[in-house]
């Protein structure tokens, strides 16, 4: 017995194509919803570790408020990755719905969501010197003299030894599933 399907070979292989493209853009969805859910829960701890730090280093802990420096899921750090999965989600309805748009707009978006994931990661590598300068640009002289160092590494110990597995997870699932959504929109 047999089990024929009516689909074509290469429309069959599209379907399974744009289901694996939607697949992978849930997947970077979610990688991008848990980082304000992270930056809620914690973001609090580590304004404090931020704030103790300045103290220690005979800085006002205040500036950081009045220069609206945050390590919680306030402003962008909730408003952009939240714009993110809401574009992903998007693509995947489309690609599951078989739709042409899902191809065309997989290119465009996922081209700049592998862009941005690659900005964001040399921001984290380079973290002390793009904090430095921010803190030269603000001219504040409280500012000025902030060990940066010292001061990223008291918030950055606030967040649980998880968060730092978690973090390469998503840039792996970012990178690996935007190139594979492309992949398969591409065949």
């Known amino acids: 017995m047999s089990i024929e399907n ?28 848990s ?3 992270v930056r809620h829960r914690f973001g609090p701890a580590a304004t404090t570790a931020a704030e103790a730090e300045l103290s220690g280093q005979g800085i006002r802990p205040e500036v950081l408020a009045e220069n609206n420096l945050r390590f919680d899921a306030g402003g962008h750090e909730t408003w952009a990755p939240v ?4 574009v992903m989600v998007s693509m995947a309805a489309l690609n599951f719905a078989g ?9 465009i978006f996922q081209s700049l969501v592998l862009a941005m994931n690659g900005l964001i990661l040399h921001s984290n ?13 603000k001219g504040d002289p409280d500012l000025a003299r902030v060990d940066v ?9 606030a967040f649980p030894a998880w968060v ?3 973090q ?9 599933g935007s190139v594979l959504a492309l992949l398969a929109v591409s065949l």
């Open 6 to 33: 009516d689909a074509p070979p290469d429309q069959e292989e599209r379907t399974v194509n744009a289901h694996l493209a939607a697949v992978m853009q849930l997947l970077i969805a979610l990688a991008f919803v």
């Open 35 to 37: 980082i304000p859910l």
């Open 83 to 86: 714009s993110v999965a809401v």
């Open 99 to 107: 739709s042409d748009w899902g191809q065309v707009l997989t290119w």
């Open 125 to 137: 590598l380079t973290a002390v010197t793009s904090v430095e300068a921010a803190f030269r640009r």
């Open 149 to 157: 160092p010292a001061f990223l590494e008291a918030a950055e110990n």
């Open 164 to 166: 730092r597995v978690q």
């Open 168 to 176: 390469n997870i998503r840039h792996a699932i970012v990178f690996g």
